[in-house]
């Protein structure tokens, strides 16, 4: 759509959702017509969401692109609101705002053996990641975790595109029974050279994945999901401290050193507003029926 406003041109992309699919009860897929984000978006980068007018801005991690077809995949979790409303979009309905890509993008290099680590829905997340690092020659050893099989997303594509793949659940219904750090602990222990850690998913599994490399030195990046607002690194409600100083998720990050990242305040600063977000969910499960 275009349109003119004093003479300047303003063109409105229409980002229609064309497929939608569930990977498991809480995580959806949905694949959005978006060329603009999918020509420019690299590795790493994030897109905000605004599922419908007066909904509130979301951050989100594109999971995939297909510039041939001028899309972008976003994978995301229904824990609040603002998913939940997103969710239940159909196909071929319009998300009413999109703006990306956002954030610094991965850094990928020939590094060697890299070590990249997802955990719940950060196992999609990595996915951008994976295929970076093994199409520039990099020994990608990927491993995987989630609470059970039936959570586990992208085995698949992540076992196609990795040198090796590790799978654990903390149930033991697929794969090692235990943790991601599990198996980091234990590629490590066996005197493997790993050039760097990625690791991706809920921030405790994070700093525990921080923890383990810390003690051998091995560099340490992980990505956070501060409280995000506008995105663009006005607000400010993004920060996190990093290495003694504050950084902005949104215009530094997401991605960050992750020995030098104060774990406990990001934790602390997530929840901030755990009460509001469950009355907002209440309310909108109760208009949709659901």
Do not use: W
Request: hydrophobic residues 40%.
């Amino acid at each position: 759509m275009v349109g003119c406003v004093c003479g300047i041109i303003i063109i409105k992309f229409m980002n229609k959702i064309l497929k939608k699919e569930k990977l498991n009860e809480n995580v959806s897929r949905i694949t959005v017509d978006a060329p603009h984000i999918a020509r420019a978006a690299k590795p790493g980068q994030f897109v905000v969401i605004v599922p419908t007018e007066n909904a509130e801005r979301i951050p989100l991690t594109i999971a995939d692109t297909d510039t041939s077809k001028g899309t972008i995949s976003i994978i995301f979790q229904i824990v609040g609101a603002t998913t939940k409303v997103l969710d239940s979009l159909k196909e071929g309905v319009e998300i009413a705002h999109l703006l990306g890509p956002l954030g610094t993008p991965s850094h990928v290099e020939k590094l060697g053996t890299v070590v990249i680590i997802g955990g719940g829905v950060g196992i999609a997340e990595i996915y951008p990641m994976v295929k970076a690092m093994k199409k520039v020659g990099n020994e990608v050893i990927t491993i995987i975790g989630a609470r059970c099989k039936d959570l586990l997303i992208y085995e698949k594509e992540l076992r196609t595109q990795s040198t090796e793949l590790r799978v654990t659940t903390d149930d033991g219904s697929c794969g090692r029974k235990g943790f991601v750090s599990d198996e980091l602990k234990d590629i490590i222990a066996a005197g493997k050279k790993i050039s760097l850690v990625v690791a991706v998913g809920p921030v405790p599994m994070m700093r525990v994945c921080c923890d383990v490399t810390r003690e051998h030195n091995i560099k340490t990046v992980v990505s956070l999901n501060p409280l995000m607002l506008d995105a663009t690194g006005m607000c400010g409600i993004c920060r996190v401290t990093v290495g003694g100083k504050i950084k902005f998720g949104c215009v530094d990050g997401p991605e960050f050193d992750g020995h030098e990242v104060d774990f406990k305040e990001l934790t602390d600063r997530l929840k901030g507003y755990k009460d509001v977000e469950k009355r907002a969910m209440d309310h909108v499960c109760r208009l949709l029926g659901g």
